[in-house]
């Protein structure tokens, strides 16, 4: 399945697994790259060396291409950046901010930047500084998310843009795919359905929240402190909008996130943790391998964009 992303990246699938904190890992980035698509290492608010453990852990897993997030929130970002200069990353993915400053010694060490952007304004911004591609990314997606969705965004980004868009939000199966390729995407970047990934090492509790979760299972706290997070309901997410609801400090409200995302990743904690998620979740109802998730989403995209090029041109040929 050969788009400009693929060709860019070298990679089988235009298929960017997303860089989750505590959750894209080295086994499950090499999966992912092993199976035709682009794995990532999150980067989080980990500090460098563990990152760069997780590069190497990678190196030895596969010899596909593979890439590293770093969230700009990180006090670490910049000496991860340059970690991932010096293990010869291939591709750096970043989100929570503008890239902009970073992208010339990326580039200049030979390292693909495609940034997460929620904005048509930021997408522009990061073009004209060089990005490589984009991630753009609607509410829909799980974790920290902007205000506007996939469906809306991707169009607007396209024509806004000269240089490859990566949908993200709201995609778990080829029919998202096929949709968006049609937006006008070169490829899509997946989260939520890696989470049930067999690769993908996180607490089984948490795959079960995700397996388990229904349309309306999802909640968006936080948006009044400018980070909003979108996670499956609990007795977390309740607190979390009481709190907000009782009108504390954005500082209060953000001190009673730290370690959750960990309780739920390593500690399988239903009632205390922050199991990220999007809004997806609802359509992923069983554990696959990589392979699996990338062969059955790519295979039905595939299908569906030859059905829709011969109903075209019936219709209008």
């Given amino acids: 399945m050969k788009t400009k992303l693929t060709q860019m990246l070298g990679i089988e699938y235009p298929i960017i697994q997303g860089g989750m904190a505590w959750v894209a890992n080295a086994q499950l980035a090499a999966a992912v790259s092993n199976a035709g698509g682009l794995g990532l290492i999150a980067g989080g608010a980990a500090p460098a060396d563990v990152v760069r453990a997780e590069i190497q852990k990678t190196k030895q897993l596969t010899d ?10 990180n006090p670490n970002a910049e000496e991860i950046i340059r970690v991932c200069i010096e293990e010869q990353v291939k591709v750096v993915t970043t989100g929570a901010g503008n890239p902009n400053k970073y992208i010339p010694m990326l580039k200049e060490a030979g390292i693909k930047v495609i940034p997460v952007v929620p904005s048509v ?8 500084a060089g990005a490589d591609a984009l991630i753009v990314e609607g509410c829909e997606a799980g974790g920290h998310i902007g205000e506007i969705t996939t469906i809306c965004l991707v169009p607007q980004v396209v024509d806004a843009v000269e240089i490859p868009v990566i949908a993200a939000g709201g995609i778990a199966d080829g029919r998202g795919m096929a949709a968006v390729i049609v937006l006008g995407a070169e490829g899509v970047q997946i989260g939520t359905r890696f989470l049930t990934a067999k690769e993908c090492t996180i607490h089984q509790n ?6 388990k979760a229904k349309d309306t299972d999802s909640a968006v706290t936080g948006k009044y402190t400018g980070h ?9 997410t309740k607190k979390l909008i009481e709190m907000e609801k009782s009108h504390i400090s954005p500082e209060e409200f953000e001190e009673l996130s730290v370690g959750s995302l960990r309780k739920a990743v390593i500690d399988g ?3 205390e943790g922050s199991f990220m998620a999007g809004q ?4 992923v109802n069983k554990e696959e ?5 990338i062969t059955s989403i790519t ?3 595939q299908t569906i964009i030859k059905n829709f090029q011969q109903i075209r041109g019936i219709l209008f040929d």
């Fill in 64 to 73: 596909k291409p593979f890439g590293v997030n770093v969230m700009l929130m």
């Fill in 121 to 128: 304004a930021l997408a522009k911004r990061v073009a004209r």
């Fill in 206 to 211: 948490y795959k079960d929240m995700v397996l």
């Fill in 228 to 236: 909003p997070v979108r996670s499956v309901k609990n007795k977390f």
């Fill in 269 to 271: 904690n239903v009632d």
């Fill in 280 to 283: 997806i979740a609802g359509m």
């Fill in 289 to 293: 391998s990589c392979q699996e998730i």
């Fill in 299 to 301: 295979t039905e995209a």
